[in-house]
Nanobody
Framework: QVQLVESGGGLVQPGGSLRLSCAASGSIRSIVSMGWYRQAPGKEREFVAT???????NITDSVKGRFTISRDTAKNTAYLQMNSLKPEDTAVYYC????????????WGQGTQVTVSS
């Protein structure tokens, strides 16, 4: 089993920044990618960003240029740096990890609330 612990959410004013962390622990076998989805009230879950074990990244267009994803492989931790935050970024952010040593291979964090408001 892989456990993911998220941190870094909170309340921030428009234009501000937050940094989310997602730390994997437990019986890690072969994590090949990590990333985040988010879900705003009344909306479907939305892909945000992912980073692979080759440090290749993919970021959704709505946040591209404002968000950056990175990872520390040795620490099994991913980071989502969120700059120039907008009210529409308000959501619960869920981190995930794909560990291909398991079936099913998708693991999820508990979610962290990000609120952008003045």
């Amino acid at each position: 089993q892989v456990q993911l612990v998220e941190s870094g959410g909170g309340l921030v004013q428009p234009g501000g920044s937050l940094r989310l962390s997602c730390a994997a622990s437990g019986s890690i076998r072969s994590i090949v990618s990590m990333g985040w989805y988010r879900q705003a009230p009344g909306k479907e879950r939305e892909f945000v960003a992912t980073i692979s074990n080759g440090d290749n990244t993919n970021i959704t267009d709505s946040v591209k240029g404002r968000f950056t994803i990175s990872r520390d492989t040795a620490k099994n931790t991913a980071y989502l740096q969120m700059n120039s935050l907008k009210p529409e970024d308000t959501a619960v952010y869920y981190c995930y990890a794909h560990d291909y040593g398991y079936f099913p291979n998708n693991f999820w964090g508990q979610g962290t609330q990000v609120t952008v408001s003045s």
